[in-house]
């Protein structure tokens, strides 16, 4: 028997043994935590004012999506006198006990992976992320959502420098009816 021919079996074994065990197992399923992001979903306009650039606008649409495991986010609008388009993707990891979220822009080639929890107001929602800046180098940073009522909600990102937090954007969320 040769290498490939093992792998191949090992691999058909663990895929049709998939089933039995999932059915053996509960999977997870939409929690507590997922019905605190569900609060966000419908279309939001946006107000953005960042470090250096005039102020712009966007929308925001959220949905739950992935049987309700997972906030999708999807932003349009201008930055800088620029078309800007973005999307996340939030959700609760029951395993680190913490929320998650991924980001993509149209002026980045890379994600962000941001990690953090609401406070015991919830309320706020702090996040950090360790990402790169526009020349390659380390750069941690902060965000901040907080929930000012069922249709405002503002939104901060920090960059964390020798231990300070440089705001360098704040967005003004503003429920569309």
């Known amino acids: 028997m040769t290498l490939k021919t093992t792998i191949c079996g ?3 074994i663990a895929f049709l043994s998939a089933p039995a065990i999932c059915a053996a197992q509960q999977l997870p399923g ?8 569900k609060e966000m979903v419908g279309t939001w306009d946006a107000e953005m004012i960042a470090e250096g ?24 609008g201008d930055f800088a006198g620029q078309k800007f388009t973005g999307r996340g993707l939030d959700s609760y990891d029951a395993i680190h ?14 994600p962000t992976v941001f990690r953090g929890n609401y406070d015991d107001s919830g309320k706020v929602l ?17 965000s901040v959502s907080t929930t000012i009522d069922a249709d405002h909600m503002n939104f901060k990102m920090y960059m964390v420098a020798g231990g300070e937090d440089v705001e360098i954007m704040t967005m003004k969320y503003t429920r569309k009816k």
Do not use: I
Request: proline share 9%; no cysteine.
């Open 53 to 76: 650039a005039p102020p712009s606008k966007g929308t925001m649409t959220f949905r739950m999506a992935l049987g309700g495991m997972w906030l999708e986010s999807d932003f349009k």
């Open 97 to 110: 006990n913490e929320y998650t979220s991924v980001w993509v822009d149209s002026m980045t080639g890379y």
């Open 126 to 142: 702090t996040m950090h992320a360790e990402s790169v800046d526009p020349t390659g180098q380390p750069l941690k940073m902060k």
């Open 30 to 37: 939409p929690g507590p935590e997922h019905e605190k992001l």
């Open 10 to 12: 090992l691999a058909a």
